[in-house]
């Protein structure tokens, strides 16, 4: 089976979604209709960290939730 890989301009040429709900900036290790590895470059501001638990931020679940849905698409 081929192993693939897309850049942001692959995965925006394929999903509608645009920052700031984009959720993955990369797809690695793409073996089709089997599995795939989205890939997310997490920075110190990024927006959801500013009300989510801002002594101790962390990702939402729905944003991971989300991430998964768009590296499945």
């Known amino acids: 089976m081929e192993n693939k890989e897309l ?23 793409i073996i089709p209709f089997i599995s795939a590895t ?16 801002p002594s101790r931020p962390i990702t939402p679940g729905i944003f991971i939730i989300e991430a998964l849905a768009q590296t499945a698409s």
């Not at 509608?16 to 993955?24: A, G, N, Q, S």
């Open 38 to 53: 989205g890939v997310k470059k997490i920075k110190r501001n990024e927006h959801f960290f500013k009300g989510h638990f």
């Open 7 to 29: 850049n942001l301009a692959g995965i925006k040429k394929l999903i509608p979604h645009r920052e700031p709900m984009l959720m993955i900036d990369k797809v690695t290790s």
